[in-house]
């Protein structure tokens, strides 16, 4: 039951990462899930002007083959 943790490099990554908290807290009876097509816009350096000045990483953490967590750098 080893944690992998690998980075986000393509657009089904992305998707994943946004996809993940609504996984997580989906039952949670006060979870209000973002628009995820908003958040897909937000985190895309080719859709989201600000990273002409700065940058981003994001990463996915994988447990048996299942995303169990998530981080960013911005």
Known sequence: MRITVKEVKDKKGLQEFVQFP??????????????????????RR?????FDYC??????A???GKVVGRIAGI
Not at 27 to 42: F, N, S, V, W
Not at 46 to 50: I, L, S
Not at 55 to 60: F, G, M, S
């Open 62 to 64: 994988y447990k048996d």
């Open 46 to 50: 080719d859709k989201n002007p600000a």
């Open 22 to 43: 609504h996984r997580l807290y989906r039952q949670h009876p006060c979870y209000i899930p973002p628009l995820q097509r908003d958040e897909m816009i937000t985190l």
């Open 55 to 60: 940058d981003a990483r994001y990463w996915l």
